[in-house]
């Protein structure tokens, strides 16, 4: 099993930055993707970024050039860097990995308001 543990979320206001980061622990030397999902209340799961083993990255078309995600090997986290935040990007978001099976972290709310 894996095991993921979001952490660095809050509220921030609009033009701001967050730093996400992702602890994973467990059966991690199987997975080989890695990923962000965020859900805003009454809409459904999107996807947000992801990272495939080898550091190909890619995102969502509301948040290129805005967010950058990373992933340490040493560390075992994987990282989302959310700059010029918008308050359309308030929602919890939820890390995620698929190896063997596939796990969710608890989710972390990110607030963006005035």
């Known amino acids: 099993q894996v095991q993921l543990v979001e952490s660095g979320g809050g509220l921030v206001q609009p033009g701001g930055s967050l730093r996400l980061s992702c602890a994973a622990s467990?059966?991690?030397?199987?997975?080989?993707?890695m990923a962000w999902y965020r859900q805003a209340p009454g809409k459904q799961r999107e996807l947000v970024a992801t990272i495939i083993v080898g550091g190909a990255t890619d995102y969502a078309d509301s948040v290129k050039g805005r967010f950058t995600i990373s992933r340490d090997y040493v560390k075992n986290t994987v990282d989302l860097q959310m700059n010029s935040l918008k308050p359309e990007d308030t929602a919890v978001y939820y890390c995620?990995?698929?190896?063997?099976?596939?796990?969710w972290g608890q989710g972390t709310q990110v607030t963006v308001s005035s």
């Open positions: 995620y990995s698929r190896g063997s099976i596939a796990a």
């Open positions: 467990g059966s991690i030397s199987s997975i080989y993707v």
